[in-house]
């Protein structure tokens, strides 16, 4: 079954810096792999996605990711974070199912404050 | 740019009692989806629907659970008899079929409290 890991609960920054939220994923295929963000009492928009290809993605809002087999890991960064970044952010990892669609695992989640 | 709706965008119901979360999911897609998050914890997967049957159901999905496309815009989650635990925000997400449903699109939530 497959398993997503996010490893910091929580993560402050300053507005301005740098940001890499962490990612390690669990699955026995090609996985396809997902970062959302929620907004306080907001639904989860997707940021960014990877599928195949080029292991750099690029995602909304400044945001992206890069997909390292080796370590299993799918770390989302940002170069310079912006105060409306503050939210909590999900990796997720997308397993096909035999009945058509499928199905996304997430992580426990990070939340991002950032300070001006 | 078109979205997954839901409503009602909170529900305050009693134990015991009946509620139906519903959501209208993107007009093209056809693989229709609801995942749970219990305040504080992450999001869960319920069940996936396609072709008008369960494609898969995760064992949180038990019998007081059900799943229905009623018309051809609406999908709506039944839960028959609620719990104190079933407390949460729900998500109705979406996915396009054009691209191996692989990218799902979620709505807004509904937040669900049973008192």
């Known amino acids: 079954a497959q398993s997503v890991t996010q490893p910091d609960i929580h993560i402050t920054v300053s507005e301005g810096a740098s940001l890499e939220l962490r990612c390690n994923y669990s699955?026995?295929?090609?996985?396809?792999l997902f970062w959302y963000v929620q907004s306080p009492g907001q639904g989860l928009q997707l940021l960014l996605k990877y599928f195949s290809g080029d292991t750099l993605v690029q995602g909304i809002k400044g945001f992206e990711a890069e997909f390292k087999r080796s370590q299993s890991s799918f770390n989302l960064r940002k170069p310079s974070v912006h105060w409306s970044d503050a939210a909590e952010y999900f990796c997720?990892?997308?397993?096909?199912?035999?009945?058509?669609?499928?199905?996304?695992?997430f992580g426990t989640g990070t939340q991002l404050k950032v300070e001006l | 740019e078109p979205e997954v709706t839901q409503t009602p965008s909170h529900q305050v119901t009693q134990m015991g009692q009946e509620v139906i979360l519903r959501c209208v999911p993107i007009?093209?897609?056809?693989?229709f989806y609801w995942y749970r998050q219990i305040l504080g914890q992450k999001v869960e997967f319920l069940v996936s629907f396609y072709n008008n049957e369960i494609s898969e159901k995760s064992e949180i999905f038990d019998d007081q659970f059900s799943v229905e496309r009623p018309d051809g815009s609406n999908f709506t989650l039944k839960i028959r008899s609620t719990k104190l635990e079933d407390s949460a925000m729900y998500f109705c997400a979406s996915s396009d079929p054009s691209v191996a449903g692989t990218m799902q699109f979620f709505g807004p939530g509904t937040r669900l409290t049973v008192l």
């Open positions: 699955y026995g295929a090609t996985p396809y």
């Open positions: 007009s093209n897609h056809l693989y």
């Open positions: 997720a990892v997308g397993a096909f199912l035999t009945g058509g669609g499928n199905k996304l695992t």
